[in-house]
């Protein structure tokens, strides 16, 4: 079993920054995906970003690429997502997520954390 918990939201004004965290315990292996999704007020889960154990990284829509930096520390099974250049639409709850071992199916999520963009 994966726990994974994330800490670094906050309420911001449009233009700043925020980096996440995300830490995952319990582990006995090392998560083959580390992602991050988000879920805005009145929306679908949204696909915002992801690493794998091998360091490649995915993007979802065109608005994160410039803007937020995903990183991942597989010794320390840690997952960082830096987000600059924030917009009022990016408010959403961000949720760290993570795969099994040789999978792509998210299987293991976090409680999330609240990011708030104020214009």
């Known amino acids: 079993q994966v726990q994974l918990v994330e800490s670094g939201g906050g309420l911001v004004q449009a233009g700043d920054s925020l980096r996440l965290s995300c830490a995952a315990s319990?582990?006995?292996?090392?998560?083959?995906?580390m992602g991050w999704f988000r879920r805005a007020p009145g929306k679908g889960r949204e696909f915002v970003a992801s690493?794998?154990?091998?360091?490649?990284?995915?993007y979802g829509a065109d608005s994160f690429k410039g803007r937020f930096t995903i990183s991942r520390d597989n010794a320390k099974g840690t997952v960082y997502l830096q987000m600059n250049s924030l917009r009022p639409e990016d408010t959403a709850v961000y949720y760290c997520?993570?795969?099994?071992?040789?999978?792509?199916?998210?299987?293991?999520w976090g409680q999330g954390t609240q990011g708030t963009v104020v214009s």
């Open positions: 690493a794998s154990r091998s360091a490649g990284i995915t």
């Open positions: 997520e993570a795969t099994g071992a040789n999978t792509n199916t998210y299987n293991y």
């Open positions: 319990g582990r006995t292996f090392i998560p083959n995906l």
